[in-house]
């Protein structure tokens, strides 16, 4: 398995942007698909956006589209996500997961089997 790890969450008004950052160790990288899920206090974990192994691909929730953009650099092992215009319904803890078979129709849980531990967004209205 692959071992994720992120970064880059914090505090942020209304309006404003974040860019989260995912480090893999462990197997290779650039053989997963990988997706970004977030979950709010009280609710399940839900998909937000993924990308395939190349970064030929990319997928987005609909809350997210037009916001938010997926990357990955598989030369740093890294997965990013760039949060603009970010809402106060944005607030979650936001996971980033890995799989060798990315269902591009409906991205859920269960599709990943690695996943790091969270960082906190908390956007303030």
């Known amino acids: 398995q692959v071992q994720l790890v992120e970064s880059g969450g914090g505090l942020v008004q209304a309006g404003g942007s974040l860019r989260l950052s995912c480090a893999a160790s462990?197997?290779?990288?650039?053989?997963?698909?990988m997706g970004w899920f977030r979950q709010a206090p009280g609710k399940e974990r839900v998909f937000v956006a993924a990308?395939?192994?190349?970064?030929?691909?990319?997928y987005y929730a609909d809350s997210v589209k037009g916001r938010f953009t997926i990357s990955r650099d598989n030369a740093k092992n890294t997965l990013y996500l760039q949060m603009n215009s970010l809402k106060p319904e944005d607030t979650a803890v936001y996971y980033c997961?890995?799989?060798?078979?990315?269902?591009?129709?409906?991205?859920?849980?269960?599709?990943?089997?690695?996943w790091g531990q969270g960082t906190q967004v908390t956007v303030s209205s």
């Open positions: 997961a890995a799989t060798l078979s990315l269902n591009t129709a409906t991205p859920s849980t269960a599709d990943f089997g690695s």
């Open positions: 462990g197997r290779t990288f650039s053989s997963y698909d």
């Open positions: 990308i395939s192994w190349g970064g030929g691909g990319t």
